[in-house]
Nanobody, 124 residues
Framework: QVQLVESGGGLVQAGASLSLSCAAS????????MGWFRQVPGKEREFVAA????????FYADAVKGRFTISRDNAKNTVYLQMNSLKPEDTAVYYC?????????????????WGRGTQVTVSS
């Protein structure tokens, strides 16, 4: 089974960029669609972006479309989230998740495996 560890979070000013990584252990990483989600205290975890097993299909939440880019390197068992033009409302704990499926899904309830998250804070 895949285990996930996120990294790359931090404190930045509005307008800056950050790149998150999610490293997966195990030999079946390429069997999973991958997603990024985020959560702020008191709110439900929300979808950010997702990518298919081979990387050919991606989906984004409207709030991040055009600013964030999800990608993956199956040879390195890693999925990335490049975040540009960050806004204070992007502040959250960011989680990567794995979904053992051929499709790409937005619902957190479809994802089987989760990392522990990495904090992203954007100051105004």
């Amino acid at each position: 089974q895949v285990q996930l560890v996120e990294s790359g979070g931090g404190l930045v000013q509005a307008g800056a960029s950050l790149s998150l990584s999610c490293a997966a252990s195990g030999r079946t990483f390429s069997s999973y669609a991958m997603g990024w989600f985020r959560q702020v205290p008191g709110k439900e975890r929300e979808f950010v972006a997702a990518i298919s097993r081979g990387g050919g299909t991606t989906f984004y939440a409207d709030a991040v479309k055009g600013r964030f880019t999800i990608s993956r390197d199956n040879a390195k068992n890693t999925v990335y989230l490049q975040m540009n033009s960050l806004k204070p409302e992007d502040t959250a704990v960011y989680y990567c998740a794995a979904d053992f499926t051929v499709v790409v899904r937005r619902s957190q309830y479809e994802y089987d495996i989760w990392g522990r998250g990495t904090q992203v804070t954007v100051s105004s």
